[in-house]
């Protein structure tokens, strides 16, 4: 790989593979991340604090390296990068969540989650892919271009943050932007958490960027029953009522749906498939749509989030003991809504779908307040694609993997660029780290990237930083 430093210095591996001193680094940083614990019930400070002493031994100085946040375990970190002195262009900004979802040893076939294990050409462990990998390739571009002397044209500002995975409470992106505005002013947003090189058994695909994104939203199904001996069973079992309901659910399709990112989104990506699957992408934009092709395309998983609004049951929770009828029962379930939709109109659509007067059906919010009604915001509408943070990233992208088509669209997922677009400054999910198209591992088990893949999404981002801060 080309060093843009101009000097290339190796080391030797364990495995007996040479590695370039960036490399090594990299690689430092992601297994000192992966190895600190920043699930919710650990916080993010341990990691912060990590990350800090590596700026401050870097000769960042200290008023530009600051921890941030409301409790002792939720310090955020936010590092600055100066611009050259005289310059007209305003900051930008990068969000990069330290958390990551809760994972249990026991779950994993033969690695924990929170050791940093190499094995197979893979990096395995919670957060390889959401989003460790690209936690570690942004810092390791700060310190990179700090020992090269770079002076960029506009300032960077990098924020490592809490609370992007949840947990109850108000922190991360939304919390420094509402308690600390001015360390987040910027021009636009490069978010890492969407976005990023799809591969097709290891061979680069596209390169996709996140121009919009679905809503998130938490629901609280639940019933009651009378409860009594569990020798006297009675109609009415607030279990097997909720059961019910969430067979409902889950047979239940939203309407399909295309907006103008996924439509041009199935266009571009029409050129590159092949087979039905290509026919498909196409009919599916016809007017009508092809019904038969939007059956197909719906029985993929990877696929359907593109098409419409999603829910599903993630937790349940019934009854008081084993020898009684339960008294209650809840379920959470999980909501990613298209674009132009409300959090309540899916709430309503919900009680629509179970038709029974006796399951509730109520909203959670993100800090774990249940109401009777969800908020009616709309999602903000997808910002154009600025010149300034696209005509780089094609000659960046054109650098690395020549002739690999850049494809703007929807995550069907959620991300902090919620907020920042919401305050706004245009936000982009752009990143280098590649994941095999027939693969997505984050947020379950045995999470991993490919050792290839994570050292040419740091080689990418260190490149792109350059070239966007010019």
Not at 17 to 44: S, W
Not at 90 to 115: N, R, S
Not at 215 to 237: F, K, Q, R, W
Request: proline residues 7%; negative net charge; contains cysteine.
């Amino acid at each position: 790989m080309k060093i843009a430093a101009g000097v290339l210095l190796c080391v030797v591996s364990v495995a007996g593979m040479a590695q370039t001193a960036e490399q090594k680094e990299a690689r430092a940083i992601f297994k000192e991340l992966i190895e600190i614990n920043t699930t919710h019930t650990h916080g993010i400070t341990q990691a912060s604090e990590a990350l800090r002493k590596r700026f401050l031994a870097a000769g960042f100085a200290a008023e530009g390296v600051k921890l941030l946040g409301p409790t002792p375990t939720t310090q955020n970190l936010v590092v600055r990068y100066p611009a050259r002195a005289g310059g007209t262009l305003q900051p930008m900004l990068i969000i990069c969540h330290l958390d990551v979802v809760e994972a249990k040893k026991e779950d994993w076939a033969d690695t924990d989650p929170f050791e940093f294990t190499e094995k197979d050409g893979y990096f395995y462990g919670r957060g390889t892919i959401d989003m460790k990998n690209s936690d570690a390739a942004a810092v390791a571009a700060f310190l990179r271009m700090k020992r090269e002397g770079y002076v960029p044209g506009r300032e960077i500002i990098l924020a490592l943050t809490d609370n992007e995975e949840g947990g109850g409470t108000i922190n991360g992106v939304e919390w420094l932007l509402k308690n600390h505005p001015e360390a987040m002013k910027a021009e636009f947003v490069i978010n890492p958490d969407a976005g990023g090189l799809m591969t097709d058994k290891g061979k680069p695909f596209l390169l996709g960027v996140e121009a919009t994104e679905k809503t998130y939203a938490d629901y609280m199904v639940s019933t009651t029953s009378p409860g009594g001996h569990s020798s006297e069973p009675m109609p009415g079992n607030a279990i097997y009522r909720l059961a019910k309901a969430l067979e409902k659910i889950e047979s239940y399709e939203f309407p399909f749906e295309l907006n103008e990112v996924t439509r041009a989104e199935f266009a571009a990506t029409a050129k590159l498939e092949k087979g039905q699957d290509a026919v498909d992408r196409l009919a599916v934009l016809k007017t009508p749509p092809d019904a038969a092709a939007v059956k197909r395309l719906s029985a993929k998983p990877s696929i359907n989030p593109s098409l419409r609004t999603t829910c599903v049951a993630t937790m349940i929770h019934g009854g008081h003991a084993p020898n009684a009828l339960p008294g209650s029962a809840e379920a959470n379930v999980n909501c990613r809504i298209l674009p132009g939709h409300t959090q309540e109109e899916v709430r309503m659509a919900l009680i629509r779908v179970i038709g029974d007067k006796d399951v509730t059906v109520k909203y959670k919010s993100d800090n774990g307040v249940v109401s009777d009604t969800a908020p009616d915001r709309k999602s903000t509408p997808p910002p154009p694609p600025m010149p300034a943070v696209f005509g780089p990233l094609k000659e960046v992208t054109e650098q690395m993997w020549p002739g690999l088509p850049i494809v703007p669209g929807m995550v069907a997922g959620a991300s902090d660029s919620i907020y920042t677009t919401a305050a706004g400054m245009p936000s982009y999910g752009i990143a280098g780290m590649g994941m095999d198209r027939d693969e997505n591992r984050a947020h379950g088990r045995d999470e991993r990237i490919k050792v290839v893949d994570f050292d040419a999404g740091v080689e990418f981002f260190y490149r792109y930083l350059k070239a966007v801060a010019k």
